[in-house]
């Protein structure tokens, strides 16, 4: 890791602390709050925004033109990283508050992908409005549109090509957590679904995911799934493998729009 990333890491730490020093100060009699800011691990945001950058580069080094735009798609020389689950919106609910931003993955023909963070996706088992987040998703503009649409009117229930769940503790993660995930890509319908984690997952973790491989959920075929880990190691960090999710994104992207494969620049 370079100085300028460690940099970069300690303040957003910085800003992240004093954002749950406010919180607290503001909520200290409200119990609910408390216990959601115990819980809170800024860490771990620091870790899902580092997903989102380290798969846009890759998506740049396969030969696709990426772009940080914010909430209307606009590019911005400024990301605003989404610090809760929450809806996709297009537009401020308030003036002067803006929405989070996502990544824009330009291909061919100038089809259009959005990369999120935190955003949350129907539940297409129970179909009344229920749904989940998803930590980095990745979805084509038409359906991430249709995603605004459908908080509001529960119809035509979208997903995203890929799921995420990035965990950022100081254990190993565990077969509860591989359950959750098992549950997210049935109920997701999403072809991609991965845990990635800053602790290398066990072999009964690692076999459970694996095994959602070529399952029909809801018509759709999880083409690939897995437990993925992100290590630093003698002060570098190793994201080797995220290379396989990035991969399998240029995949669903390729297969999505119909056209042959972008070779590596």
Known sequence: MSPEQKALLDALRDDLSAFKVEVRRKNKDKQLVVEAINDYDGGGKIFEAFLVFRLKANLEAAGFTTEICNAAGQPTE??????????LRRKAMKAGVAEPGFISIIAQDHDVFELHNS??????????????????????????????????????????????????????????????VTGLAIKMRT??????????????????????????????????????????????????????????????????IGVPEIEPA
């Open 78 to 87: 400024s990301f605003i990283l989404r610090g809760a689950p929450g809806h």
């Open 119 to 180: 955003v949350e996706w129907p539940d297409h088992l129970t179909r009344d409005g229920e749904y989940h987040e998803f930590d980095v998703s990745v979805a084509s503009t038409t359906t991430c549109t249709e995603l605004v649409t459908w908080y509001r009117k529960k119809e035509g229930a979208p997903s995203p090509i890929l799921g995420l769940e990035a965990k950022f503790h100081g254990e190993p993660p565990g077969k509860n957590l591989a359950r959750e």
């Open 191 to 256: 072809p991609l679904v991965y845990l990635v984690s800053s602790k290398p997952a066990g072999p009964s973790v690692t076999r459970q995911l694996e095994a959602l491989r070529g399952v029909i959920a809801f018509k759709t075929k999880i083409v690939d799934a897995g437990a993925i880990d992100v290590r630093v190691e003698d002060g570098v960090i190793d994201a080797s493998k995220l290379s396989r999710i990035s991969d399998e994104v240029i995949k669903q992207i390729q297969a999505t």
